[in-house]
């Protein structure tokens, strides 16, 4: 790479703000299109797709990339954003996209032209754990009337956030419960300091206590869950669809907080230089001609 190329940031909240600052600042020509209002200088702001994406050799968006409707995830209301199809007929034969959570949908109409999906990156979802974890604490804590100290938290799954979120209860003193189906992550929690129990049969029985994390990407709480749920607050992290079904949802009420994208509202400029990073990475691993 060692020619300046171009760099578009398209959509997005202020995190992709603060991933095209620093694009802009290590020698990109960096344009933001359809992004969060917000400062984003050096890179230059954009109103007109074409000119954007004109000639430009790396296409960074944001994650999640698309909506289910196939529409690009910006800061206007989605019927002024455009959908995948259109950005890829704008784009020049050359360009690299770069996105989070790209589906085999979105996958199959880029066509010819090469996707990359960062949020599949290690390095990626190690890091980005983090702020998303810290997030969910302080979302907790703007909620619940006690203390972290010696509070009950219960987290279901123990992946890389479900493990970033435990190891920071427990430097609060909070009293950390995993529940899984894996002995392997059973173990695992354990050796971090977890009490551990097996999830079905918690999901049978009633979850309680002060607050409930979930990090399982899918729909584990029904309504037969959520009835015997007698927890203060249920904080789901997990992406799309979420980890309640709708009847779960309505059960649940006020307790439950969706908390989506939680990186990108609490520590935009932590979560931004993550994609920075990763994105910069594959540019000189896997895309070296640039």
């Not at 009633?206 to 990090?215: A, P, S």
């Not at 669809?241 to 400029?269: F, V």
Request: overall charge negative; proline content about 4%; hydrophobic content about 40%.
């Amino acid at each position: 790479m060692s020619k300046t190329f171009k760099v578009a940031v398209c959509g997005g909240d202020t995190r992709m703000l603060s991933a095209a600052s620093l694009f802009a600042e290590n020698g990109c020509d960096c344009t933001v299109w359809k992004g969060a209002q917000g400062e984003c200088c050096p890179a230059v702001r954009s109103h007109d797709m074409k000119n954007t994406l004109s000639g430009t050799d790396a296409v960074i968006l944001p994650i999640p990339a698309f909506s289910s409707a196939g529409r690009l995830i910006c800061a206007e209301s989605e019927r002024g954003c455009p959908d995948a199809t259109e950005i890829f007929q704008a784009l020049p034969h050359s360009a690299k996209v770069f996105g989070g959570r790209i589906s085999p949908l979105i996958k199959k109409l880029a066509g010819e032209y090469r996707i990359y999906d960062y949020g599949e990156r290690e390095e990626f979802s190690v890091l980005n754990a983090v702020p998303t974890a810290e997030a969910a604490i302080k979302t907790a804590m703007d909620r619940l009337p006690v203390t972290i100290d010696s509070s009950t938290a219960t987290i279901l799954g123990y992946g890389r956030v479900g493990r970033a979120l435990a190891h920071r209860l427990l430097a609060l003193h909070a009293e950390v419960t995993v529940c899984v189906r894996s002995s392997g992550a059973a173990a695992l929690a354990q050796s971090d300091g977890c009490r551990t129990e097996e999830l079905n049969s918690v999901l049978k029985r009633g979850i309680g206590g002060d607050m409930c994390f979930n990090t399982i990407p899918y729909p584990v709480i029904d309504d037969d869950a959520a009835s015997g749920f007698s927890c203060s607050l249920f904080i789901d992290l997990a992406s799309a669809p979420g980890g309640c079904t709708e009847e779960a949802a309505a059960i649940l009420g006020d307790r439950l907080i969706c908390a989506l994208s939680l990186p990108g509202k609490y520590s935009p400029a932590s979560a931004g230089k993550i994609i920075y990073n990763t994105v910069f990475n594959m540019l000189h691993s896997e895309v070296d001609d640039l």
